[in-house]
């Protein structure tokens, strides 16, 4: 008999009054605190004003959670959130999209970036990839702490039982994608660091990510439970549905956008 991985690990660390710390929001809060430091290594390097860091790093948290929320919502559950529009607010309930995330964070970086010309879009776009890679490895993380996002029944010896779920084996799908992109975060830092010819032109880094993360989020696909009945009626579950133009974009900026320089 194969012994596979019981997970039982709460997903609370401790509470003090009212007050629960979370694995997620620890995990959540670490990847920004970290990607904080590595862009404040890459302004240093770069020469650029380390004092907007702070404005910046406010920008992406309220972009990624306000686009995650609204992503959840409007793809997973519309008629349900567009009925109780007040239950969109509730978001330690759960209920956060990666996709959604994404397009908040282009919209926060656009709006930064107007009011910074001296960090164009493209430049800030192609450098968070690094500490994004990192963060979305902490977000898989604390998934796999609230024994969410899992996969669909397995044999494989390292399928995990998540007994707060039921007692079935399961793909460990928030692992295979944890893994996915700490790969790329460790790529994409050393290819900065060692000047590689990808970090010349504007978005190419960009593609990279949107390649790598939302190719390897659509195989994933095949084998995680879907969130809501209705993708059981959709030849593609909706991650998969969603990821699609977002690896189309990153082949065009990857092969086919003829982007400027980076400027120095």
Known sequence: MIAYIHWNVSPEIFSIGPLTIRWYGLLFASGFLIGYYLMQGIYQREQKPIAHLDTLLWHL????????????????????????????????????????????????????????????????????????????????????????????????????????????????????????????????????????????????????????VFGWRLLIEFIKEVQVEFENELPLNMGQLLSIPMIGLGVYFLFLFRGSSHPN
């Open 61 to 212: 948290i309220l972009g990624t959670v306000i686009g995650a929320r609204l992503g959840h919502c409007l793809f997973y559950e519309p008629a349900y959130y567009l009925a109780h529009p007040l239950e969109i607010l509730k978001i330690w309930e759960g209920g956060l999209a990666s996709h959604g995330g994404a397009i908040g964070v282009f919209i926060a970086l656009w709006l930064y970036s107007r009011k910074h010309p001296q960090e164009p879009f493209g430049w800030l776009a192609d450098r968070l990839t690094i500490p994004t890679a990192l963060t979305a490895t902490f977000i898989r993380l604390g998934n796999l702490f609230n024994s969410e996002i899992y996969g669909k029944i397995a044999t494989v010896p390292w399928a995990f039982v998540f007994e707060r779920v039921d007692p079935h084996p399961r793909h460990p799908t928030q692992l295979y994608e944890a893994t996915a992109y700490f790969s790329l975060f460790l790529l994409l830092l050393y290819l900065y660091y060692k000047y590689h010819p990808l970090w010349q032109k504007t978005y190419r880094p960009l593609g990279l990510f949107l390649i790598w």
